[in-house]
């Protein structure tokens, strides 16, 4: 049985490409396909485009062009900043970082500290948020980097980087942030932050998968991940992905474009989902801070329900979500996020992430409104048993995303 509509509420695991980014990236696919460190006029008709990519990048986050460094995702941006403050100061060999990062950001802190680092993993309070004068006592002589993400991907939490970013500077230590799920949906700017080193990632953001970005402060010292040509202006070597290049330019400038009429939309939107599953359905709680929070992510904790038994019903009617639960999908592992925030296994378990996008409607959300309550009685046995048998997947994985 397969549904004809697909009904996408994970817009924090990967987004649609945007029609308007498909159509700037696609000349550079076909005939603008030279080599833009080429010294001829053909290399040059694809450096110029480059460039102005780099310069809408910029312009979303509010830094300067010569401060973007194309890479090739999210994921490659965070091992890239941890790896650099730790080969810049071999004297230094501390990291401060949470316990509520990316596993792109935590298994590097795991690989460093198998390396001979330390690390310090802050814990979060119950709604998600940082101790900052816990985070503050973590900071050592010896602390070469802090990272800390800006917003989390399960919860939607956000992080005071401002605060963050200003306690480092004071402390003379590097600061890097994980903006992948913070871009496009809540403002970011680097100036005003003072951060050091911020990851981004293109299919987070209506662009498409391997495409990513590190923003690398000018006068803050980097030591470049791959090594090789002169690329990156010496700071990642490999030919560009031009045409991912050119989609997260133009994906940036749609972000900054549409950003209030898009972030007002979606936020209506998933406080209606929010607000009509909290009343709806008995036994729901909100995983994380209300109010701190990006617009577009609601974790919901369902009493006394599996959370992918809940996916599995929701994708035979082709509906889309994550379950809080683990980075492998199979595995009972309850998610590393809400066991931080002191979720007790048997209640992370039930915890369904619902994160919205561009391209949700009114209607899609009255969908999931309609179907979802009789999917939780039924789960919760006080339905009739009958139908179709529920059988647990046993191939594909959802990435910790
Ligand atoms: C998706 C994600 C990443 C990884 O980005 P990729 O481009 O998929 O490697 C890193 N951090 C966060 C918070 C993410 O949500």
Redesign the pocket.
């Known amino acids: 049985m397969k549904p004809e509509k697909i009904y996408y509420f994970d817009n924090?695991?990967?987004t649609r490409v945007a029609p308007e980014v498909v159509e700037a990236m696609l000349p550079f696919l076909t005939e603008c396909w030279g080599n833009p460190s080429s010294a001829y006029e053909f290399g040059h008709r694809v450096a110029k485009p480059l460039e102005q990519a780099r310069i809408q990048v910029a312009g979303l986050i509010n830094a300067d062009p010569r401060e973007i460094i194309f890479t090739?995702?999210?994921?490659?941006?965070?091992n890239a900043a941890l790896q650099s403050a730790f080969r810049l100061f071999p004297g230094k060999r501390h990291l401060v970082t949470t316990a509520v990062?990316?596993?792109?950001?935590l298994n590097y802190s795991k690989f460093l500290q198998d390396n001979g680092c330390e690390v310090t993993v802050l814990p979060v309070e119950p709604d998600g948020s940082l101790d900052l004068h816990q985070l503050e006592r973590a900071i050592r002589p010896d602390t070469a980097l802090v990272s800390v993400?800006w917003?989390?991907?399960e919860t939607g939490v956000v992080f005071p980087i401002e605060e963050i970013s200003a306690i480092c500077r004071s402390r003379d230590v590097l600061f890097h942030t994980?903006?992948?799920?913070a871009a496009g949906k809540i403002v970011l700017d680097v100036r005003e932050t003072g951060v050091d080193l911020l990851?981004l990632?293109?299919?987070?953001l209506y662009a498409p998968?391997?495409?990513?970005v590190l923003y690398a402060r000018r006068g803050a010292r980097f030591q470049p991940y791959l090594i090789g040509g002169h690329q990156e202006r010496g700071r990642r070597a490999g030919t560009e992905n031009v045409a991912g290049c050119i989609a997260f330019g133009r994906a940036a400038e749609l972000a900054v474009e549409r950003f209030e009429e898009e972030t007002a939309r979606i936020r209506e939107l998933r406080d209606r989902l929010e607000n009509g599953i909290l009343t709806g359905i008995p036994g729901t709680t909100r995983n994380g801070a209300r109010d701190a929070r990006l617009p577009n992510t609601t974790n919901l904790g369902f009493e006394g329900v599996e959370a992918e038994a809940v996916l599995m019903m929701l994708d035979r009617i082709g509906v889309c979500v994550s379950s809080g639960s683990a980075c492998a999908t199979g595995s009972l592992e309850p998610s590393h996020v809400l066991t931080a925030m002191g979720v007790r296994p048997a209640q992370a378990r039930g915890a369904v992430r619902f994160s919205l996008g561009g391209y949700n409607t009114r209607e899609e959300v009255d969908f999931v409104l309609e179907e979802l309550p009789p999917i939780i009685r039924h789960l919760r046995g006080s339905l009739p048993s009958g139908g179709e048998p529920v059988l647990v997947r046993d191939s594909g994985t959802v990435?910790?995303?």
């Not at 090739?72 to 965070?78: A, I, K, L, Q």
């Not at 990062?101 to 950001?105: I, K, L, Q, T």
């Not at 998968?209 to 990513?212: A, N, P, Q």
Request: proline fraction near 0%; aromatic fraction near 0%.
């Open positions: 924090n695991a990967t090739s995702c999210g994921t490659e941006s965070d990062e990316h596993s792109a950001v993400m917003a989390n991907n994980d903006a992948v799920q990851s990632s293109g299919h987070k998968k391997g495409i990513g990435g910790g995303v």
